[in-house]
């Protein structure tokens, strides 16, 4: 049953059509179950490569633990320990350098990027906030090889999975930056910059009094809109009622965007079809509806 509220909201079903249009077939539903975290969301066991891990101590909110007080603020994300294994930590070495970037380090915020220099090319640019292991980031990258992607977030074990997953696949228009999203919007893209932002699956904060660390607050939709271009377009999906309901206050409050119907959403310049990932999959297994919500910046 297809279920309405608020935006487009998916019916729970376990082959989706999205995949068979992303023409993909990825085993989302294999390896070790998610588990959900203090958050609300689902923490995927991520790293299939066996082997030993490299014990690295759990991160802090900003992942070099170099943030000077005045910086430290209401964050979205908590801090977890990340371990890689002997592989990722040989991977993360050889690539990192050329394929991450922090989005602060002991010198302070990271400076504008210069997406043409570090892709190497000129072409539209989507930044996805929260990419975990980076499932949907590397089936979406693939599906659309003339937009480039910037993958952001403070889990080192999941970019280092998505690192893996570059180097096997061959793909080249994936670049990331660990640390807070909301500072790689503030520091490292001007107003205008880029063609998509994507948020997928945001850690839900249910308890009341944790919901201020929701990362679709106000002030972060408004800094959405503004590094938008016109047309530009924000992707979020979640599985919890509660938080697609604030996303979507929040999203239709913001002037400088406009929902998206389904029916106007196959002429948006970015794709809105999702693969299903480890998180989603456990959502799915637990009944809970997905909501698709998308506006494009007028
Ligand atoms: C529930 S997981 C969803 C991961 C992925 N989008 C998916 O659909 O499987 C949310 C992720 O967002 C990350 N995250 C939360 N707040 C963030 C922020 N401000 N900047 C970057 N990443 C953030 C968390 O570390 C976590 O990996």
Partial sequence: MDKRHHGQVRAVAPATFDRQLLDINLSHD?????????????????????????????????????????????????????????????????????????????????????????????????????????????????????????????????????????????????????????????????????????????DPWPKSRHHKRRLLQPSTVALIADRLRPGGVLHAATDHAGYAEQIAEVGDAEPLLRRVPVAEQAGLPISVQRPTTKYESKAHHVGSAISELVWERR
């Fill in 30 to 202: 294999a390896g070790p179950p998610a588990v959900m975290g203090n958050d609300g969301g689902m923490r995927a066991h991520c790293g299939a490569e066996s082997a030993k891990p490299v014990a690295e101590p759990s991160e802090p909110a900003d992942p070099d633990g170099s943030a000077a007080p005045e910086h430290r603020r209401v964050t979205s994300f908590r801090t977890r320990r990340s371990t890689l294994t002997e592989k990722q930590q040989r991977t993360w070495d050889r690539l990192w350098p050329q394929l991450g970037t922090q989005a602060r380090t002991e010198a302070g915020p990271a400076e504008r990027l210069d997406t043409t220099a570090w892709f190497g090319r000129t072409a539209p640019v989507i930044l996805e906030i929260g990419c975990g292991t980076g499932t949907s980031t590397l089936a979406m990258a693939q599906a659309e090889p003339d937009l480039d992607v910037v993958a952001a977030e403070v889990y080192k074990r999941g970019l280092a999975q998505l690192l893996c997953a570059i180097d096997r696949e061959g793909v080249t228009n994936i670049r990331m930056v660990r640390g807070d999203g909301v500072e790689v919007l503030e520091n490292m893209f001007a107003p205008g910059s880029l063609t998509g932002v994507r948020v997928f699956f945001p």
